[in-house]
């Protein structure tokens, strides 16, 4: 499965739709997202603050580490935002690597 994360932009073809970090990360724990492409700002803002793209990075980084899933073969940052965009890559490049250690 391909998932497009995004509040606003429509997916390429192929790709599922979802608006929220939390439907993201739900069918992340399917274990069937093969590639993840991810905006950061979407507009959601909690009691505890901005819900964004990077929490969804975050949870798979906390997945990984625990052992409880493999990452999609491909992540991609679609951000415009390009601080948050930097950000992102480099918690992907996290999760690489981790899974990486997880193989060997």
């Given at each position: 499965?391909?998932?497009?994360?995004?509040?606003?932009?429509?997916?390429?073809?192929?790709?599922?739709?979802?608006?929220?970090a939390?439907?993201?990360?739900?069918?992340?724990?399917?274990?069937?997202?093969?590639?993840?492409?991810?905006d950061?700002?979407?507009?959601?803002?909690t009691?505890?603050?901005?819900?964004?793209?990077?929490?969804?990075?975050?949870?798979?980084?906390?997945?990984v580490?625990?052992?409880?899933?493999?990452?999609?073969?491909?992540?991609?940052?679609?951000?415009?935002?390009?601080?948050?965009?930097?950000?992102?890559?480099?918690?992907?490049?996290?999760?690489?690597?981790?899974?990486?250690?997880?193989?060997?």
């Amino acid at each position: 499965m391909r998932v497009f994360l995004d509040d606003t932009r429509q997916p390429p073809d192929g790709y599922t739709l979802v608006r929220t970090a939390e439907e993201a990360i739900e069918l992340l724990k399917s274990g069937s997202v093969t590639h993840l492409s991810l905006d950061h700002d979407l507009g959601i803002f909690t009691e505890t603050g901005e819900v964004t793209g990077y929490n969804v990075v975050l949870w798979l980084e906390q997945a990984v580490v625990e052992g409880t899933l493999t990452p999609p073969e491909v992540i991609t940052v679609h951000s415009s935002n390009p601080g948050a965009r930097t950000k992102m890559e480099l918690a992907i490049k996290s999760i690489r690597r981790l899974a990486e250690q997880d193989r060997q």
